[in-house]
């Protein structure tokens, strides 16, 4: 099964995916939406081994620019769209002593400079499917998160909205990017590890254990590479 927003992509995806696909519009932001799409899905395909946990936005805006409302709106999508989807494949992962992985990013674990919204949507995602780990290794189910680094999926297609919310994978001050296939590739080596948490990518490595180590020389890389950029 598939959920997107419906448009050209999501038509886009459900060519390539072929007939035996289950593609359903969906937005992860609205409750009824999401009940909808996740009940047309248990009805045709009850059995449920894996459940991706993917949909996000970006937003690169220094925070004295930014408004609540944007802050929210990233949060809606990039924490809240991922609960409101387990809370309806919490039972059927269940029974098939399956698997939730969580789309992270490096930004999930250490801070990311111009990016205050995102990076606390990706700390909330996580601390979230860490504790739901915990709470489901008793019904033999694995909760995983895999935590990318830059990943140029959208080079020169933004789309931005207001506010610098836009698609992820289009900034331009990314650092050692990785192509889409390269990272599913080691996604994918993750899921049948069924390893808790896959970094995803050299940065998304380097990272974790020089935050771990000395977070304050961490934040001096980070800030050091990452310098610039507008509002």
Not at 125 to 132: I, N
Not at 135 to 164: C, K, M, Q, W, Y
Not at 198 to 203: A, D, L, S
Request: proline share 4%; with cysteine; charged share 20%.
């Amino acid at each position: 099964m598939l959920l997107d927003l419906d448009g050209p992509a999501l038509k886009q995806a459900a060519e390539g995916l072929g007939d035996t696909a289950l593609v359903l519009a969906c937005d992860v932001t609205d409750d009824a939406s999401v009940t909808r799409a996740c009940a047309q899905f248990l009805d045709a395909r009850p059995s449920v081994d894996l459940v991706i946990y993917s949909a996000g936005v970006t937003q690169i805006r220094d925070f004295a620019h930014s408004t609540l409302d944007e802050q929210r709106r990233v949060m809606e999508i990039n924490h809240f769209g991922a609960v409101r989807v387990a809370k309806h494949m919490l039972g059927p992962v269940r029974a098939s002593g399956g698997i939730h992985l969580a789309i992270s990013s490096v930004a999930g674990f250490t801070p990311l400079t111009r990016r205050t919204a995102y990076a606390a949507s990706k700390h909330a995602l996580e601390g979230f499917f860490r504790s739901l780990a915990a709470e489901e290794a008793e019904h033999g189910v694995s909760v995983l998160v895999a935590a990318p680094s830059f990943i140029a999926t959208n080079r020169g297609d933004a789309a931005a909205a207001s506010g610098g919310i836009g698609r992820p994978g289009a900034a331009t001050d990314g650092v050692d990017e990785m192509t889409a296939g390269q990272a599913a590739a080691i996604i994918v080596n993750g899921i049948k590890r069924r390893r808790a948490f896959i970094p995803v990518g050299r940065v998304a490595r380097m990272a974790w254990w020089i935050n771990r180590l000395s977070p304050a020389l961490y934040l001096h890389l980070m800030r050091r590479r990452m310098a610039g950029g507008g509002p």
